[in-house]
């Protein structure tokens, strides 16, 4: 079994800054992918921003030049530096890992539970 535990949404006015974090633990011998999704009420699931095992990070149109995304390997943590935040930001946001078990295993994934980022005035 893996878990994901997130931390650090919340209630924010436009402008300011919030920073998600996400550490996995369990059953995990390697972790390829790392990213952060969101689904606002009413909204498909999308992707915000992930990162590779070789720290290669991708965005959303949306967000790029706002956010940044991080990982720390020795914590299996991910992180999501969210500044400029809009209220078009207000959302559920996701972690997911693409994680090995073993050294030479399949792909698993794996998802976080979930955490509220609200920008409102």
């Known amino acids: 079994q893996v878990q994901l535990v997130e931390s650090g949404g919340g209630l924010v006015q436009p402008g300011e800054s919030l920073r998600l974090s996400c550490a996995a633990s369990g059953s995990i011998f390697s972790i390829n992918v790392m990213g952060w999704y969101r689904q606002a009420p009413g909204k498909q699931r999308e992707l915000v921003a992930t990162?590779?095992?070789?720290?290669?990070?991708d965005y959303a149109d949306s967000v790029k030049g706002r956010f940044t995304i991080s990982r720390d390997n020795a914590k299996n943590t991910v992180y999501l530096q969210m500044n400029s935040l809009k209220p078009e930001d207000t959302a559920v946001y996701y972690c997911?890992?693409?994680?090995?078990?073993?050294?030479?295993?399949?792909?698993?994934?794996?998802w976080g539970q979930g955490t509220q980022v609200t920008v409102s005035s």
């Open positions: 990162i590779t095992s070789g720290s290669s990070t």
């Open positions: 997911k890992v693409v994680f090995t078990r073993t050294q030479r295993g399949i792909n698993f994934a794996s």
